[in-house]
């Protein structure tokens, strides 16, 4: 009689799936669409959707992670490949594709990923996924103002929506520490800004990458070619550059009359040049930058770009040019034109002292003895919340704003600390940035391990960065180790420290 | 681990305010200690600390005071703060007396008034001044709060004593205790009495708390009193040292100290010259002023277990406190002479003394404090407002070598012609002006006033390292026209 009773339902269940199957079937959503829309007919065979699974992790409790799985756009490419945004591919442990909008999802793997210019491309080896899919064409020239479409997947039907390009800038990208071309658009749509294809005469002309209020940004189909293209010929890629200096507007001419420019208000004031990013003689403090790569500059900071108008210098680290290319300057110096280059660093988040971003790695901890340190990062500052630089510490956050006054590579800070008996006294020590271990400076948690076979009289010395709050500890060095087992087993954490490796390959 | 601050720099965590209420003044009944209360009404007015030529509006606020010997009214100095004018009442007497103030402490909140009519002292006893009182023990406030035009008591009990941050300066803890006998507006300057006579003036209270009031213990009127017998306010005496707890047994074991929960460890000594000589860091603080010093940094004061700071409290300027110390292994004494510590003034909040500005070429100059990061929109750590706010708080502390004795902030831009082309849009710091490294207000008139070829005046602004600057001959000559633009009489106060 049980088995009975269990059969019976399954049974019913099946039966009902093939009624819904039998009417999947039968409202085939691209095909009803487009015959309401023709202009967006046979792009369903373009767009794909994509469902990331992720690992997202706790800075206050960098031991503890959690998952997260977010669905979004992607558009497909020639040789079985999807373009999509990098944004929410970071950390990820399993990516799916869905063609039509619905229907049987496919594994699918990264095969090439930039978080500074935010864009991925996604493979997978089920041949039969591409079958019926079409690469879309990525336009020449990006247009800069009027009519565009949003084409993407939602609840199994093609939407395609007007939208209107309102221009072409040059901003921080969203992955990112550099401005990149972006183009802005006026929409009202819901819940854009998820890699949504914008398409004007069924040519893409950019993907979406996040929206603030009514305008979206997308990454322009020009700068999607620029980066595909070199993902070919590069190997590897190369990466974006960037001018890692600091400039003012030109446009006071009672300071152009102090630099000695003779002629119109034009070009913009040099007021810092990252520490070690070019040799001797390049450009300098208080140069006015008149022209860069022969465009000239002028005193707001834009350059007449042939493509494109009016846009921001910045945009010249990225026209056509990448990490480790020369750009031509042509400098006013000491009241004399110079022509100097400018070499393009290129975009690391590890090359800052407080990154920005710590993407496909745990997060960094070490305990000692109860002490929780971790790397100063801006991750872990924005587990205060996004609006981190009001919330989190002040010392800390106001560390990671200005960069530029830093003498280390990188900062280590105790976060917290797990109260034991060994770390007795100690126990509201917070938020400090650690200056040296046993005589020795640390810079990153490895040097930590290092120091740490560095006790003297059996103590180990912490000493932290001058400020207003404690300078120094002591522990017991005899007892540090079993302290730190004590506090895993008590504090149900797995490992007493996670390290980043000493170079993290962040494509694949 | 507790981690305190002698100097108390750090401000950041204050949440409690002055009680200063608005309120109509009559008094009516009669009991002893009442005829001895005082009503006081303040007519005061502040500048405005962003445009320093300029005053707000007058306003009116009314709080209590007390008689004591010599013809003396006891009151809080933020009652009669930026005081216009000021006029006490007596018990059940409708005639208002003028007053002035005769000796005023902001940094504890207290003011002394004198009342020139005689007639006012008439049928008037002053109030004998108590000790500090024990916990628990019943005490009544007395004042002139809202809500009512008679003068209040309230009954309640003293519920702790310990070191609170004063409000009213905003970068210094003294002694307070805490009552929940009612403190509200216009209690302010009141005398908190038990067994007839005072032992705490009435003066702040802690927003959204029921229950809590806070009054300042006798001990800090006394050293008031005793202070201006030279005619002159000091003020509290600083020892510029931060001690921590120390009761990791490895620390002190470092330090050749025995387990026996005494000693508190010097984490960092300031710059006081006296105390960079005499004491060292790690230094650990066993007795000051004849007072155990607990591992936790406290004492055991009056019966009441409280931060080590307070002893010093109950030294004058120029007095010398005997200490205790643990030094390399050995126990030493050191007598430490007391001085005032004035370094950190521009970081609390700056009362009778107007704000000193100079105007050029329509830039507005003016030492960075307290007050004028006040004026500042949103909060004060607005991400805008960071690097002046780590000027002002964090610099003295990270890098005191690179620290200014006065840094100026370009406060505003007063639009004209001459600085029409400004990108700079003010609130940041001025670092050098025609190459003069700006240490202070006097810097900057200076440096505009030096004649020189060139045809700009440089500006350089820090830590941005913007650079700006103005037609020399243009701003040289728009200057009478600006200040006249804006209604400023003087183009300077220094």
Redesign the interface.
Known sequence: MKTLLFEKPASVLRHLLGILLLVQGWVTPHVVLAKENSSVQGLEHSIVTLEITRQTYDYQQPWTRRTDQVTKMGVVLNDNEVLTTADYLQDQTLIRLQKGGRGRWVEGNLKWIDYHANLAVIGSSDAKFWDGLKPMTIAKQTPTRGPAQMIRWRNGVLEARDLNINRLSVKRGKLTFIDVLQLELDTEIAGIGWSEAIIRGRQLIGITSSKEEHTCAALPASFLRMCLAARQEQKPFRGLGYFAF?W??G?????L??LKLRGDPRGV?V??VSKNTQPEGSLQ??DLILSIEGFAIDAQGDYEDPDYGVLSLENLATRHRWAGDQVRLKVLRAGKEVETTYQLPKADYRAETVPDAAYDQEPEYLILGGLVFQPLSVPYLQSWGTDY??KAP??L??TS??KS?HDRPSLVVLSTILPDIH???????RWLILDSMNGQKINRLNDLIEAKKSAK?G???LVF????????????AT?TDEATQRVLERYGIEKPFVLAPPSTPKTP | MSTSDIIFSNVLKLVVSCILGWMLIFSAGAASPEKSVIQITTSSQQPSWDAPWRFDAVRRSSGTGFLISGRRIVTNAHVVSWAKQILVRRYQDPRPYAARVKFIAHDCDLAILEVEDERFFQGMEALDLGDLPPVRSPVVTYGYPAGGEQISYTRGVVSRIELQSYSHIGNRAYLAAQTDAAINPGNSGGPVIQDDKVVGVAFQGIPGLENTGFFIPTTLVKHLLKDVEDGRYDGFPQVGVRLVALQNPAYRRALKLPDDDLGARIDHIFDFPKTKELLRRDDVLLKAGGYNVASDGTILYAGNRVFVGVVFNDFQKGETVPLSIWREGKTITVDLPLDIYQGDRSEGNQYDVLPRYFVFGGLVFTPLNRDFMRTLAGSWTDTANNELFYELFYRKHESPLTVRKEPVVLAAILAHGVNANLETRGRTLVDKINGIKIEQLEDVVRAFGEVGNAAQHVIEFYPDRNLECLDRAAADAANPSILKTYGISKDRRL
């Open positions: 600091v003012q507007r446009d006071n001419p009672a300071t009359d102090f004031l007021l810092e403090l208080r630089m009001r002040f010392r956050s106001f704003q200005n006054t770390n007795l006294g100690y126990q509201e020590a009289n103590l180990h010395e960065q001058q400020g207003d709050s404690l300078s120094k500890l002591v522990l017991d007892q």
